[in-house]
């Protein structure tokens, strides 16, 4: 099962928008409404932003949204702000033996 | 609170095995599946292990497939990582995650602090 395929960086101003990508699979992300969205600072566990596509768990900000299409989902922060600076990995649900797959991160930079 | 500690990390040789162990507490253990997400330094992340509730569906990354053993006791509210021939490359932050649901497609939702597993001579 090879990794989902993520920018390695992407960047944006404050009160700007962005969007990274996470291209998979027919056998994953084409597959399955099963993709979620990590958000992880430096030295700290990660934490769910976005599940099942575009959901999201309590008290995330509705500035963090997602989005597929085919192979490939999205996740769009609008609004940027400072403390949205991290590294983002997405994740899919990838079958009955290999359950997940992660992407390979990106890391968000608040210029 | 909900909590997930995970313990049982440490240096060890090539070859060798280690137990880790993650204790959960603040929620209704065997009620969800719960998973190992590992992290080598400075790497992304990778997910490792998964069991479902009732221990009915377990899953392995195919780079630990017959080395690693997953397993939980509800009673104990504790899951397990059994790791055997342990290699260089396994050498990474280990994380215990819950899962949103009982069976294992649902995202984690919930993540320890990691333990971690050095392999080296």
């Known amino acids: 099962q090879s990794a989902l395929t993520q920018p390695a960086s992407v960047s944006g101003s404050p009160g700007q928008s962005i969007t990274i990508s996470c291209t998979g699979t027919s056998s994953d992300v084409g597959s399955y409404n099963l993709v979620s969205w990590y958000q992880q600072h430096p030295g700290k566990a990660p934490k769910l932003m976005i599940y099942e596509v575009s959901k999201r768990p309590s008290g995330v900000s509705n500035r963090f949204s997602g989005s597929k299409s085919g192979n490939t989902a999205s996740l769009t922060i609008s609004g940027l702000q400072a403390e949205d600076e991290a590294d983002y990995y997405c994740?899919?649900?990838?079958?009955?033996?290999?359950?997940?797959?992660f992407g390979g991160g990106t890391k968000l930079t608040v210029l | 609170e909900v909590q997930l500690v995970e313990s049982g990390g440490g240096l060890v040789q090539p070859g060798r095995s280690l137990r880790l162990s993650c204790a959960a507490s603040g929620f209704t253990f065997d009620d969800y599946a719960m998973h190992w997400v590992r992290q080598a330094p400075g790497k992304g992340l990778e997910w490792v292990s998964g069991i479902s509730w009732n221990s009915g569906s377990i899953g392995y990354a195919d780079s630990v497939k017959g080395r690693f053993t997953i397993s939980r006791d509800n009673a104990k509210n504790s899951l397990y990582l059994q790791m055997n021939s342990l290699r260089a490359e396994d050498t990474a932050l280990y994380y215990c995650a819950k899962g949103k649901g009982g069976g294992t497609t649902y995202a984690f939702d919930i993540w320890g602090q990691g333990t971690m597993v050095t392999v080296s001579s």
């Open positions: 994740c899919s649900y990838a079958g009955s033996s290999t359950f997940k797959v």
